[in-house]
């Protein structure tokens, strides 16, 4: 079975890296949960290492350990965030430290989709059972994947969140061009759940943006949708008049260590994924990327933003990016960041107010 080969090979990687975190980091409470998780892990897939793929009974409590394990590491991303949140209260933030947790997490975040992914499709291929409802799905990937019917769907599920906290919501207006087959359908070979996360989310961004932004006037400038498809991408850019960012700050909000949300209480699974992390675009962006796609920001400051998803249109090119243990990885974490060799202005404005004229 490929998978118990496999699952054990990518514990071990990013667990690996997990040991190289600042000691401190490591120490939190929170992110030893989330160690001792995956030792055990670790333990229990090892323990069908010699066992014949021939046996129905091993290979049944094979799955049996699969879906558990599944489960167990359901709160890993709220939980880890909880550490990191329990570090900056306890000790603050430095740059190099900012840069190591950043890549860390990252690493750490798209690690955990790939074998979630791995999970997900050995527990649907063997535990016996089939969606009524995706007939024609392949564990969780769907061979024909409507795009339009998947945003839609984000669509509906933010402008419901969004109808409950301003009592109203934004118009979506949605376009599509099949450049590669005019008058087709917009499909292709992918996951669904993890385009419904992406879009999911950028839709409750632009939605509390345009609302905010626009409060005043109680006007609210519908969201623009346009998908294309090509020979080798699908491209889905959502376009909001919500006022925009600053330039300056577009990275910040791919930045696990400088989300402003206030702290959350860790609960259960069973809440809305991400509230109060600020996590929902930097982990919305390893989604895309994990099949070798990409989520970019572009903002007009006073304006409004525009999100682009971008997808391989070729199943041939939707390669996993996995992050890989090796002795880069380990420089990486151990090397001294020296000072930059070009001038970095101040991070934020200037207040005039403070400088008196001569």
């Not at 090979?9 to 997990?18: C, D, G, P, T, Y």
């Not at 160690?35 to 069908?48: A, H, N």
């Not at 409750?204 to 020979?231: F, S, V, W």
Request: with cysteine; glycine share 6%.
């Amino acid at each position: 079975m490929f998978l118990r080969q496999e699952l054990p090979v990518r514990l071990a990687n990013i667990m690996k890296e997990i040991s190289l975190l600042p000691d401190n980091l490591l120490r939190t409470p929170s992110v030893q949960l989330v160690q001792s998780w995956y030792v055990q892990s670790l333990q229990e897939i090892l323990d069908f290492k010699d066992k014949s793929s021939e046996d129905s009974g091993a290979i049944h409590s094979f799955t049996d350990t699969v879906i558990k394990i599944r489960n167990r590491h359901n709160d890993v991303i709220p939980t880890m965030a909880q550490g990191v949140i329990e570090y900056k209260e306890s000790f603050g933030i430095d740059p190099v430290t900012s840069q190591n947790v950043q890549y860390f997490l990252d690493r750490f975040y798209m690690s955990r989709i790939s074998i979630r992914m791995l999970l997900n499709q050995h527990s649907l291929l063997f535990g016996g059972k089939i969606n009524p409802a995706h007939p024609k799905h392949i564990g969780s990937i769907d061979p024909s994947c409507n795009v339009v019917e998947v945003i839609r769907d984000g669509y509906e599920s933010a402008k419901r969140l969004c109808d409950l906290y301003y009592m109203s919501s934004p118009e979506l207006i949605l376009e599509e061009l099949n450049a590669k087959s005019p008058g087709q359908p917009m499909q292709v070979v992918y996951v669904p759940s993890h385009l419904y996360h992406m879009v999911f989310e950028l839709f409750k961004n632009a939605m509390r943006a345009t609302m905010e932004h626009n409060a005043d006037r109680c006007i609210y400038p519908p969201i623009h949708i346009h998908i294309t498809l090509g020979n080798e991408d699908l491209t889905v850019k959502m376009s909001d008049r919500g006022g925009g960012v600053p330039m300056r700050k577009i990275d910040r909000l791919f930045n696990y260590m400088y989300s402003t949300a206030p702290r959350p209480r860790v609960e259960t699974s069973q809440a809305t994924p991400l509230a109060g992390f600020g996590y929902g675009l930097p982990i919305s962006r390893l989604y895309a990327q994990y099949f070798q796609g990409d989520l970019k920001l572009y903002s007009l400051e006073g304006y409004g933003t525009d999100a682009v998803i971008y997808i391989k249109a070729l199943s041939t090119d939707s390669i996993e990016r996995l992050p890989v243990y090796n002795k880069a990885a380990w420089k990486h974490y151990k090397a001294n960041h020296e000072a930059d060799d070009w001038c970095v202005p101040s991070s934020e404005p200037k207040d005039m107010t403070t400088f008196r004229s001569i």
